[in-house]
C-alpha cells in the first residue's frame, strides 16, 4: 500500500537549490546601477551627538553622498507593533530613527550613512566622517537600570522603566507561600543571547518615480508586515505604493521578523539618489545592531507541601529591552513568558511581575523561543530546587504536579488571560523519556561514578509551549497588546494540466514550508508532491499574511491551506457529479477523484476535472470556471506542544568541563506531516538550547561594550559538542484545527536548556551546589566546585 503524503519522511523540495548553490539569497542580487551604503555607527554606549562633520567623506571619490540623522527629520520614529497591554498599562515607548540624532542610546547605532559606487569606498568613507561626542554614564544590568540614582536614557521613561506588568493573584501566592511547608526562593539568570544566523541582514531598494512605488527586497521573515509598517506608519503612503520580496533567507530564528532603521534608511535613499540602493550588514554590525535575546533577570518563590505538591509560584523578573525598543520587544517577556509559567503542571497559585527596563546596551526581541524558554526555564528550574529541598526524585515531583488528560481544555489558573491548554498528556511523554534514557538504572550508575570521584548527573524538563499566537481578539489590541491581528492566508489554483499552485502569506526560511504545504495538497487532492508548487514570500503574488515564527506557520498558515483545499475539492466534487449525471448529493470525491458513492471504478480525476474547470464546456449552472480558493483562518486558541527531555552529563572536576554524554527528547507536536523534518527542527532547537546552558552568553562592560562582540569572543557549538540526539515522539493531535498539527519549531530550545542545567546541577549535588547561572563554563563551573570543597 503506497503511504499517504501526510505523515511521510520525504527529502525537502528546497534542498536541492540550496546545496548546488542556486538558491538566491539577498546578497545574489546585484541591481543594475546599484549604489552601495555603508552605516557609521556609534562607539559609544551612551553619549549626546555634539557635531557631525562629513565633508573629507564626500570629497572621496567614488563617494555619491553622506546623510546624518538630520537630514531624515521628515520620517517618524519606527512603530512599536506589540506593547506590553496596550491601552490598559503604560508603556513608555522609544523606537529607533532611520539615523539616531542628538543622542545615542547604545553602541551600534547607526548615525550616518555613506553611500558610493561600490561597498569598499562606502567603507572606507565612514573612517572619514569625524564626529563629536559627549560620552554619558551607562548603565548596562536590567535590575540596576530601575534603581535610584541610576543613569537616565529617556525623559519619557523615569527610572528607565518601560512598563510595570503583572499577571496573576499576587495575594493568593503571598497566602499560599506563607501556608505551604517549604519554601524555596532563588536568583535566576537568563543571559543574553545573540542569535547568529548565517546570513547577517540586508535590503535592497529601487524606486519608480513614473509609478511612485517602491520595490523593496530584504532578509525578513514577514514581508506582508514589513510593508504594512513602512507604508502606513514611517512613509504615510498607501501599501500598493511597496512591493517586498523576501529572497532566499539564511537562518533568522527571530531575529528577521521586526522593522529594523536600515530597512527604512535605504528605501528612503533611493527616492533621494534615484537609483537602487543595496545595504549589507557585516557580521561585526550584526553583534550589536542585530536584536538580541532574553536577558532576564528574576527572583522566584516556590512553595510546596512535604509529599512534593506545589502550591505557589511568585516571579519578579526585570526584563532588559535595550536602549531602544524594538518592533514587538514589549510582548516577549510579558505574554509569551508571564502567561506560560504554569508549564505542565497544576499550580493553584501564581502570580508575576515583570519590569521592562531601558539599558545602554542593543535591542532585545524574540529569540527563537521567544519567552517560551524564559518561562520554562523558570518553571523547571522551580521543580529541580523543590525536590532537592524535599530530597525527592525530580521525576516524581513533575508526576505528582502534572495536568492530567482529563483536565483539558485546562485553565492554568487564569494566567493565559481566557485561553485554554487545548490537549496533553504529559505523564506518557514523561515516561517514555525515562524509559529511553533508562532512568532507572542511573542511580546506581551515578552512586558508583560517585564513589570513584566522578560528578555523573541526570536532569529532566517536562515543557509545554504556545503556538500559533493566536486569536486575533486575545493577541491583538483588545487582548495582549499586539497591534494587528494573527489569521494567516493560502491561496489554491488547480491548473488545467492539473498541476497546482499555491500562494502563501507565511515565509519559508528553513522550516520546510515548500514540503510540508506541498504534501497537505497532495494528500488532500491526491495529486504528487512534486507537482505542487508553493509560492511565498512576495507582496505582490501573494495574499496578506503575516509571516513566520512563533510556530505558526503550520498551525495557522498550514490550515488557511487545508480550509482553501476543501472548498476547492467540494467545487471539485460538484463538477464530477454534473459531468458524471450524477446528483450533486451522491458523489464524493476521495484519493484524487470524484465517483459515485460505492462506485469508484467510474470517476473522474482531479486532473479531469482541473481541465474541465478551466475549459468551462461543461459547468453546472452558477458555477464560476476554474478550481480557485483563497482562504483565511483565525484559530480559536493556540496550539500547545509538549514533552520531556533527559540529559545525562559528566562535570571534570579537575577543569569543571562539562560533558554531555546523552541527550533523550520525547516531544508531542501534535499529528506530524513530515517526521524528517520535524526531527531536523528539534535537533537544531535542542542545540541552540544546549548552547545556552553551556557555551553562549552576550557580554558587555560597564561601559555598554559588547566585549562578546564577534565570533572569537562568542562560542557558537560546533558539531563536536554534541552527542547524537536520541528523540521519540508521543501523539496528541489538538482539537483546535482539522489537521490536529501543533508546532515543532522551537520545542527544542524551550526544553534543552533546564535540562541540561538541571542535569549539571544534579551532578553537583554531593558539593552542596544548588544553583549556577549559566553559561556553565568550564570556569564557573571549577570555580563553584573549589569554593564548594574550600
Not at 518615480?209 to 504615510?236: C, D, I, K, N
Not at 514523561?430 to 570513584?452: N, P, S, T, V
Request: hydrophobic residues 40%.
Amino acid at each position: 500500500m503506497t503511504q499517504r503524503p501526510f505523515g511521510a519522511s520525504i527529502k525537502r523540495k528546497e534542498d536541492p537549490r540550496l546545496i548546488t548553490g542556486e538558491a538566491k539569497y539577498l546578497e545574489d542580487l546585484q541591481p543594475a546601477g546599484a549604489a552601495h551604503a555603508a552605516i557609521l555607527r556609534s562607539p559609544y554606549a551612551h553619549a549626546n551627538i555634539k557635531n557631525i562633520n562629513t565633508a573629507k567623506a564626500k570629497a572621496l571619490p567614488g563617494v555619491v553622498a553622506v546623510f546624518t540623522g538630520e537630514d531624515f527629520k521628515e520620517l517618524p520614529a519606527l512603530p512599536c507593533a506589540w506593547q506590553a497591554d496596550a491601552g490598559r498599562i503604560p508603556n513608555h515607548i522609544n523606537t529607533p530613527h532611520v539615523l539616531e540624532a542628538g543622542q545615542v542610546t547604545f553602541t551600534g547605532a547607526g548615525i550616518a550613512v555613506v553611500v558610493a559606487e561600490d561597498r569598499y569606498t562606502a567603507e572606507d568613507a565612514l573612517n572619514l566622517i569625524e564626529v563629536e561626542y559627549e560620552p554619558l554614564p551607562a548603565v548596562v544590568d536590567a535590575k540596576q537600570a530601575a534603581q535610584e540614582g541610576a543613569p537616565q536614557l529617556h525623559a519619557n521613561a523615569p527610572g528607565n522603566v518601560i512598563f510595570d506588568w503583572q499577571c496573576g493573584d499576587k495575594e493568593g501566592a503571598d497566602g499560599a507561600l506563607a501556608g505551604a511547608d517549604v519554601v524555596v526562593r532563588q536568583a535566576l539568570v537568563n543571559q543574553r543571547l545573540i542569535p547568529n544566523s548565517m546570513e547577517t541582514r540586508g535590503c535592497i531598494a529601487m524606486y519608480s518615480p513614473m509609478q511612485e512605488e517602491y520595490t523593496v527586497w530584504m532578509t525578513s521573515q514577514a514581508p506582508h508586515v514589513m510593508r504594512l509598517l513602512m507604508t502606513a506608519f514611517v512613509f504615510g503612503i498607501p501599501e500598493t505604493k511597496m512591493r517586498v520580496i523576501s529572497p532566499q533567507i539564511g537562518g533568522g530564528f527571530g531575529s528577521k521578523i521586526f522593522l529594523y532603521p536600515e530597512y527604512c534608511l535605504v528605501t528612503a535613499l533611493a527616492k533621494r539618489l534615484g537609483r537602487p540602493i543595496k545595504w549589507m550588514e557585516t557580521r561585526r554590525e550584526n553583534y550589536v545592531a542585530t536584536t538580541h535575546g532574553r536577558d532576564h533577570v528574576t527572583d522566584i518563590e516556590v512553595g510546596a507541601k512535604k509529599d512534593g505538591t506545589i502550591t505557589a509560584l511568585k516571579v519578579k523578573t526585570y526584563a532588559n529591552l535595550g536602549g531602544l525598543i524594538s518592533t514587538i520587544a514589549p510582548g516577549i517577556p510579558t505574554t509569551l513568558y508571564g502567561r506560560l509559567l504554569s508549564g505542565a503542571y497544576k499550580i493553584p497559585h501564581i502570580y508575576c511581575n515583570v519590569v521592562g527596563t531601558y539599558t545602554n546596551t542593543g535591542m532585545v526581541d524574540a529569540y527563537r523561543g521567544a519567552g517560551r524558554p524564559e518561562a520554562t526555564y523558570v518553571v523547571e528550574r522551580a521543580v529541580d530546587l523543590v525536590a532537592a529541598e524535599l530530597g525527592m526524585d525530580p521525576a516524581e515531583v513533575r508526576r505528582k504536579n502534572f495536568i492530567q488528560p482529563a483536565d483539558f481544555p485546562y485553565d492554568p489558573v487564569g494566567i493565559l488571560a481566557g485561553l485554554k491548554y487545548d490537549s496533553g498528556n504529559y505523564e506518557q511523554a514523561l515516561d517514555k523519556a525515562l524509559q529511553m534514557a533508562g532512568y532507572g538504572d542511573f542511580k546506581a550508575q551515578q552512586a558508583a561514578a560517585r564513589a570513584e570521584g566522578r560528578y555523573l548527573g541526570a536532569g529532566l524538563s517536562s515543557y509545554i509551549e504556545i503556538c500559533g499566537v493566536a486569536p486575533s481578539a486575545w493577541i491583538g489590541l483588545p487582548g495582549q497588546g499586539w497591534g494587528a491581528g494573527l489569521w494567516e492566508s493560502a491561496n489554491v489554483r488547480v491548473h488545467l494540466t492539473g498541476k497546482v499552485v499555491v500562494t502563501t502569506g507565511s515565509q519559508s526560511h528553513g522550516q520546510g514550508l515548500e514540503t510540508t504545504f506541498a504534501q497537505i495538497v497532495a494528500d488532500e487532492l491526491g495529486v504528487a508532491v512534486d507537482d505542487v508548487l508553493i509560492q511565498h514570500s512576495d507582496t505582490l503574488g501573494t495574499p496578506f499574511g503575516y509571516g513566520t515564527y512563533g510556530s505558526r506557520s503550520t498551525a495557522v498558515g498550514g490550515i488557511a491551506l487545508y480550509n482553501s483545499l476543501q472548498r476547492v475539492k467540494d467545487k471539485a466534487r460538484r463538477l464530477g457529479a454534473h459531468l458524471l449525471e450524477a446528483a450533486p448529493e451522491d458523489v464524493v470525491f476521495e484519493g484524487g477523484k470524484a465517483f459515485v458513492k460505492g462506485s469508484p471504478d467510474k470517476a473522474k480525476t482531479i486532473g479531469e476535472l482541473a481541465a474541465a474547470a478551466a475549459l468551462a464546456y461543461s459547468l453546472p449552472h452558477g458555477m464560476e470556471p476554474f478550481l480557485d480558493d483563497t482562504a483565511y483562518y483565525d484559530p480559536p486558541n493556540c496550539t500547545y506542544p509538549f514533552g520531556t527531555h533527559v540529559a545525562i552529563v559528566e562535570v571534570s572536576a579537575d577543569t569543571g568541563q562539562v560533558q554531555l554524554r546523552r541527550y533523550i527528547a520525547v516531544d508531542d507536536v501534535g499529528r506530524m506531516i513530515n517526521p524528517l523534518i520535524v526531527e531536523g527542527q528539534i535537533h537544531g532547537g535542542i542545540t541552540q538550547g544546549v548552547a545556552q546552558a553551556l557555551w553562549e552568553g552576550a557580554v558587555y562592560d560597564e561601559n555598554g561594550q559588547l566585549v562578546s562582540g564577534s565570533l572569537m569572543d562568542y562560542t557558537v557549538p560546533k558539531a563536536s559538542y554534541l552527542p547524537s540526539f536520541e528523540l521519540g515522539h508521543t501523539e496528541t493531535p489538538t482539537p483546535v484545527n482539522p489537521l490536529g498539527v501543533k508546532g515543532a519549531g522551537e520545542t527544542g530550545t524551550i526544553a534543552s536548556t533546564p535540562t541540561v542545567v538541571n542535569a549539571v546541577m544534579n551532578a553537583l549535588a554531593p558539593l552542596g551546589i544548588r544553583h549556577l547561572d549559566m553559561p556553565l563554563t568550564p570556569e564557573r563551573v571549577w570555580r563553584a566546585m573549589q569554593a564548594a570543597q574550600a
